[in-house]
């Protein structure tokens, strides 16, 4: 099979392919330290590390994410001397600065980041140049105004742009409206291509496009390398795999899941997120809103902090890594319904890229 050659900044993974990042410890490091051995990128997703972290003494919760993000990229790095790692920081968290900094004094190599507009990313980012930076975005026009802003403000362009898609993607979605979700328009099939021609016929610009959201298995892959994407981002396969940082419960949830148990809900974020209806969220969305308390206002927006009219979330997040099926919110893309075995990662690579 041929395949793109996928160059983000200076690191160059065997495979064009990144292993999204999956919070809360959905994508820990023995997700993607397997990942990165098999010669993919993998991701590790710097929300909530702390919650697990020995750092952690129930008060000090931002200083322990900061010390976790650090413990997780050097076991990854152990698991995978020579592969590349990335983490993935989340625009929407109060302590942002402080997860990409501590990423890129951890080592890692490339930082992945959405949820919102990474605007300020090379300022946190200035004292590592090699580390490359990739914001995940739904539309050109995001693109087009990251990058704008970027090398006005700091003289520095992107170094990939991941496009995932809200039709299909697990997680929060890049989306400010429910509507937008099913908008054709934000179709893999309209931005990456777009996104491809403006790159380099308008920006001149020679930056590598990684497609996420519904890329299951080589036909899903190659029709996005068609669309002219240099590389993949996967999110669900790579959450029910055997090296894995969540529960088996957690996993099995996916390989029982049925078209009709994934649903669209409005994350306390005030983003549409996708995951399984799970006891909890099937009653959420009847209007019941019920919470646990507040870990550590980890939010710059939360609509469980402001009026009470959603959830913790990272309460549910961390429950439905820890298997709580009955309270947790599980997310997932809706390719989650073609998950009916737990596999291996290697496993996974190889039917992918062949031996
Ligand atoms: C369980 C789960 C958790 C996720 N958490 C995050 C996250 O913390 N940050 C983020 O940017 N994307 C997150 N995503 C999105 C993935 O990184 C990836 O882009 C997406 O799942 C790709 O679509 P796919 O699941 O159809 O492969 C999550 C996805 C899943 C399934």
Same mark, same amino acid.
Request: charged fraction near 25%; aromatic fraction near 6%.
């Given at each position: ?30 997700r ?15 929300v909530?590390l ?5 750092h952690y003494?129930?008060r000090?919760y931002f200083?322990a994410n900061?010390? &976790?993000?650090? +413990?997780a990229?050097?076991e990854a %790095? =152990?698991?995978a001397p !020579?592969g590349?790692?990335? *983490?993935?920081?989340?625009? &929407?968290?109060? +302590?942002y600065?402080?997860?990409? %900094? =501590?990423?890129?004094? !951890?080592?890692?190599d490339? *930082?992945?980041?959405?949820?919102g507009l990474?605007?300020?990313l ?8 090699d580390?490359?930076l ?10 087009n105004?990251?990058?704008?802003r ?16 809200p039709l299909?993607?697990?997680g929060h979605?890049?989306a400010?409206k429910?509507?937008?979700?099913t908008?054709p328009?934000?179709?893999?099939e309209v931005?990456v ?5 403006f790159l ?5 610009l020679?930056?590598p496009?990684i ?20 590389g993949?981002?996967?999110g ?11 529960s ?7 390989v029982d899941?049925?078209?009709?148990d994934v649903v ?5 974020v ?5 995951a399984?209806k ?6 959420y969305?009847?209007g ?16 469980y902090?402001?009026?009470r009219?959603?959830?913790?979330i990272a309460?549910a ?6 298997g709580d099926?009955e ?6 893309g809706?390719n989650v319904v073609k ?17």
């Open positions: 099979m041929v395949y793109p050659t996928l160059k983000i900044g200076k690191h160059q993974p065997r495979f064009p392919l990144i292993q999204g990042g999956m919070g809360v410890k959905i994508s820990g490091p023995r993607a330290g397997a990942v990165a051995k098999a010669g993919g990128v993998g991701t590790i997703a710097t909530g702390a919650v697990d972290s020995p003494n129930g000090n200083d900061e010390l &976790a993000v650090k +413990d990229l050097a %790095r =152990a698991e !020579g590349i790692l990335a *983490v993935n920081a989340m625009v &929407a968290l109060t +302590d600065e402080r997860h990409v %900094r =501590a990423a890129c004094e !951890g080592g890692t490339i *930082v992945i980041s959405g949820a990474p605007l300020k090379p300022e946190y980012t200035k004292e590592f140049p580390v490359a990739v914001p995940i975005v739904s539309s050109t026009k995001a693109a105004l990251i990058l704008r970027w090398e006005k403000q700091y003289g520095r362009i992107p170094d990939g742009f991941v496009v995932e898609t299909h993607a697990g979605l890049g400010t429910l509507e937008q979700v908008d328009a934000l179709s893999l931005v291509p777009e996104l491809a021609a380099r016929d308008e920006a001149r020679d930056i496009i497609a996420a959201g519904g890329i299951w298995d080589r036909s899903d892959m190659e029709r996005a390398f068609s669309l002219g994407a240099k993949v981002q996967m669900t396969r790579f959450a029910c795999t055997v090296e894995g940082d969540a088996e419960r957690f996993k099995q949830a996916y899941a049925r078209e009709e669209i809900i409005k994350s306390p005030g983003i549409p997120g996708r399984l799970t006891p909890f969220v099937a009653k969305l009847e019941e809103v019920t919470s646990k308390p507040c870990i550590a206002n980890c939010l710059s927006h939360c609509s902090r402001n009026d009219s959603a959830f913790c309460q997040l961390v429950d439905a890594y820890r099926y309270n947790g919110l599980f997310f997932c809706d998950c009916t075995r737990i596999e291996t990662v290697p496993e996974i690579m190889k039917e992918l890229f062949g031996d």
